[in-house]
């Protein structure tokens, strides 16, 4: 069985996934012309109806692979066969973007109950197969499961692909997003389901996207790009929306140069050495954490170096964490040991071990900017000189319920740690999830993982199709 990485979110060597998830991604982000075209388009040949029953098809070929695989039975090439491909419209702006169950209630209510009789009578055990184990938890076919279904169906994914934690995680990121999105989405819809956007539309737009802790230039962004489109036509409130979301989605991807947001993904075979820096508190210790699971659980060797050693604690508490994510943890027992030490003598094990990821935390006071900067020269010196050919990144915690004025910390780590992108954490509990847009447009960093939880499965690559969603559909 091909093995999963969780940080690209594929099968390795699976290229018929990866053919398909490319394209859907490719499909994302040329999104803004689509939704320009079926803006501008009378066409409602590709109307919801179709693409919901698409979508309904996925959900329950996805629902059954999974009520399979937790009775012991992996999918069959025959049942994936048989799955249904992901729904011809991918396309993030299309009309399957306004989800079907987002209609009148009774007819909601009227598909789901359908689909929940069809699934359980068509997935009845097999005569022949083994005993089921006792599930931890019900695998409801519900509309938290539906959500789930139409965001992965729509990046690409095959039914047979998918698999419960996938579909938790994403459960979890439309909870955390919740008080965002509550805040933002459900004015949102009132000021568009008045009719044909206007100017006095937009200003309201500005001010929600302002309490959602956007930030003054992401929206001014957003608003110029809304106000452009809006010279050219009024908008009706799906395609507004949709246009909306297509805006936001090029922006988190901005800093890649429009590319989707694919994942942050460690070579194998090779060292890869993440430092992990950011303010304390911030969420570095359980980001480590949870990246040194993510890794166990795709198959890459993994060590952590210990090398915030200005607090004992500090050290403790990474400890704990790579004993729960079972990887090793590389530590000096010494008081006030000098970070850069450590940092050799991790080197030093993974090289002898083959380690592929080393996962390095760093000090995170921030008192004193030319400190900072020293140390993490040193460390970087140090790994140059130690690991010259490692593939060396640098990753920055943000905590998400600082909102605008983590962005001030921040800014001195992207002058100092020449980063390679932001950890946003504690995506749940926050009224403002806005704060991803803030970051990618003041700091011009693509935002890599994302947190949503305290819980060792509670952090994700990010992706910004996903957080669209779970920010205005979910
Ligand atoms: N709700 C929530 N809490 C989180 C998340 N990530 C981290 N935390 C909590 O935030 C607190 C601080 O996290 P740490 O990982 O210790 O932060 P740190 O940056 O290493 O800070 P120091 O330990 O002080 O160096 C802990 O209570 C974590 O459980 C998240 O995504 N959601």
């Not at 740690?417 to 946003?424: E, K, Q, W």
Request: glycine share 6%; proline share 5%.
């Amino acid at each position: 069985m091909l093995g999963f990485n969780w940080f690209s979110r594929r099968y390795d060597n699976d290229s018929k996934s990866a053919d398909a998830a490319d394209e859907a991604a490719e499909q994302a982000a040329q999104s803004d012309d689509a939704s320009e075209q079926s803006a501008q388009s009378d066409d409602t040949s590709q109307s919801a109806p179709e693409s919901s029953n698409d979508y309904l098809a996925w959900a329950k070929a996805a629902y059954q692979s999974l009520r399979q695989q937790r009775a012991g039975q992996p999918a069959t090439a025959e049942d994936s066969q048989a799955a249904p491909e992901p729904p011809p419209t991918a396309d993030t702006a299309a009309p399957a973007a306004t989800p079907f169950w987002a209609k009148a209630d009774t007819e909601r209510q009227q598909r789901l109950e359908r689909l929940q009789q069809e699934a359980a009578v068509e997935s009845a055990p097999k005569p022949a197969a083994a005993p089921a184990a006792a599930p931890e938890s019900p695998l409801a076919l519900d509309e938290a499961f539906l959500w789930s279904a139409e965001v992965l169906a729509a990046q690409g994914r095959r039914p047979d692909q998918v698999s419960e934690e996938e579909i938790t995680w994403l459960n979890r990121l439309r909870q955390g997003l919740d008080k965002t999105r509550r805040g933002l989405v459900n004015q949102l819809k009132s000021v568009v389901g008045q009719g044909p956007l206007n100017q006095d539309a937009v200003l309201e737009i500005e001010s929600l996207l302002l309490q959602a802790d956007v930030g003054i230039e992401a929206t001014d962004r957003v608003i110029d790009a809304l106000q452009e489109r809006l010279r050219q036509e009024t908008l009706p409130p799906d395609q507004a929306i949709n246009y909306l979301k297509s805006i936001l989605r090029d922006m988190l991807d901005s800093p890649l140069a429009g590319a989707p947001n694919l994942g942050f993904v460690p070579e194998r075979e090779r060292l890869n050495i993440w430092l992990i820096t950011g303010v304390n508190g911030a969420g570095k210790t359980t980001t480590i954490g949870k990246l040194a699971h993510i890794a166990r659980k795709s198959g890459y060797s993994c060590l952590i170096a210990a090398a915030d050693t200005f607090r004992a604690a500090a050290v403790e508490q990474v400890k704990a964490w790579g004993a729960r994510s079972q990887v090793e943890v590389i530590a000096n027992p010494g008081k006030n040991t000098d970070p850069a030490a450590v940092v050799f003598d991790a080197i030093a094990s993974a090289q002898s071990r083959g380690t592929e990821l080393l996962l390095v935390d760093t000090a995170g006071r921030l008192q004193n900017k030319k400190n900072l900067m020293e140390e993490l020269a040193k460390v970087r010196r140090i790994i140059d000189r130690k690991a010259p050919d490692a593939q060396v990144e640098s990753l920055l915690v943000l905590d998400a319920t600082l909102g605008q004025n983590g962005l001030r910390q921040a800014q001195v780590f992207s002058e100092v740690a020449n980063l390679s992108g932001v950890v946003l954490t504690k995506l749940d509990g926050t009224a403002k999830g806005g704060v991803a847009l803030a970051v990618v447009n003041q700091l011009g960093l693509p935002i890599r993982f994302i947190g949503a939880g305290e819980g060792i499965e509670d952090l994700r690559p990010f992706s910004s199709y996903e957080f669209v969603e779970a920010l205005l559909s979910g």
